[in-house]
């Protein structure tokens, strides 16, 4: 069982950034790749960044792509989103997952295990 905690989430105006981080319980963190996603009003939840456990191996979605960055930070236990050049197009509730997996990353979010209760991100033009 692994809980995850995310925070860092606001109103910004566009063009600015944030930082999400998503912390998680347990001792074996390096053990589960994570993922963040988002979900806006009356859309479904789409992936926007993953990692694997070990923190070599990372993907994208295409609209964030050189705007957003996922690290994590395994000693901590922690995951993070920095987020770049917002627009108002990011405005969604914001979610990271776990699955188990220290090699490899996934996006979809059927292949997540754990979720957090997410973060609200507010991009205001």
């Known amino acids: 069982q692994v809980q995850l905690v995310e925070s860092g989430g606001g109103l910004v105006q566009a063009g600015s950034s944030l930082r999400l981080s998503c912390a998680a319980s347990g001792r074996t963190f390096g053990s589960y790749a994570m993922g963040w996603f988002r979900q806006a009003p009356g859309k479904e939840r789409e992936f926007v960044a993953a990692i694997s456990g070990r923190g070599g191996n990372t993907d994208y979605a295409d609209s964030v792509k050189g705007r957003f960055t996922i690290s994590r930070d395994n000693a901590k236990n922690t995951v993070y989103l920095q987020m770049n050049s917002l627009k108002p197009e990011d405005t969604a509730v914001y979610y990271c997952?776990?699955?188990?997996?220290?090699?490899?990353?996934?996006?979809?979010?059927?292949?997540?295990?754990?979720w957090g209760q997410g973060t609200q991100v507010t991009v205001s033009s």
């Open positions: 997952a776990a699955r188990l997996s220290s090699i490899y990353y996934y996006i979809k979010p059927s292949e997540y295990d754990w």
